[in-house]
């Protein structure tokens, strides 16, 4: 059994200024994505962009991710705690991010983006779904650094079980950061890149993102404790039922996509 190693939130200290691992992830996460899509501009599928657009694109990307992210926390998993505690709504180097309504926020901003361009939605959405699965493998390797979105109890014979103070016990639990960063992450970034390197039809790309962390998602929640569970049952937590929702929309968006029409 192993007891997590409890790593000092604070990566580094400038006098007054403290420098999260929290917020370095998600620098991390901003500059894997930026190569990523210059990359992808060298390629088939991404050659109708040209690098000015990117400094653009990951500006509203930015905003979307971290606004959104931050709301979603407050208003899906913890309305009455930030109601009672408003100025932690801008504490966001403490942790308290939600992929979903990241997710929400990304869409809303590339909407803006794509309107400012004079170009249709999904194909910025195409464009930008195979660089996001980097992002999210290195987002959950900030909240097991910060020891939070622990696991739920693991069989006593499990070899990298751990335990995880922050819980408050000495159970010995998965930790499930690393689960989701292997799977949403690694795993999707590879299956994604692996479809996405030839053009495809309007919204298909978009929609195997979608079927694909939601379907990863849903899978791994049953390794982690749940933040809250749905309409009072005991099987299905909050964000299990999100990622079905995800998964309807990626099916929708798939069924919807033209059979033969590449991507312009």
């Given amino acids: 059994m192993w007891v997590h190693p409890q790593f000092d939130p604070v990566a580094l200290r400038l006098g007054p200024l403290a420098i999260h691992w929290y917020g370095l992830m998600y620098l991390l996460a901003f500059g894997m994505f930026f190569f990523l899509m ?38 899906f998993y913890e309305p009455l705690y930030y109601l009672n505690h408003p100025l932690e709504i801008l504490q966001v180097w403490k942790g308290g991010m ?35 699965p980097t992002g999210l493998m290195v987002g959950r390797i900030g909240n097991f650094i910060n020891g939070e979105l622990w696991g739920r109890a693991a069989p006593a014979d499990l070899p990298w079980a751990m335990v ?20 949403e992450g690694l795993l999707l970034f590879v299956l994604l890149a692996w479809y996405a390197r030839h053009p495809r039809a309007r919204g298909r790309v978009s929609a195997f993102f979608l079927m694909g962390y939601g379907g990863f998602r849903f899978f791994m929640e049953f390794f982690r404790e749940p933040d809250h569970f749905d309409f009072g049952l005991s099987f299905i937590s909050q964000g299990q039922t999100l990622c079905l929702l995800m998964v309807a929309a990626g099916a929708w968006l798939w069924w919807r996509a033209p059979a033969r029409e590449a991507v312009r």
Avoid: E, K
């Fill in 164 to 183: 995880f103070p922050q819980a408050g016990d000495w159970v010995a639990r998965h930790p499930s950061q690393i689960y989701q960063s292997l799977t």
């Fill in 38 to 75: 210059r990359r992808r501009m060298a390629t088939p599928a991404g050659s109708g962009w040209a690098p000015t657009q990117l400094d653009d694109l990951l500006f509203y990307g930015v905003l979307g991710v971290v606004l959104g992210g931050r709301l979603g926390q407050v208003l």
């Fill in 98 to 132: 939600s992929f979903h309504g990241g997710l929400l926020g990304v869409i809303v901003a590339m909407a803006l983006y794509a309107r400012a361009q004079g170009r249709h939605f999904l194909d910025v959405t195409d464009f930008i779904a195979p660089g996001v």
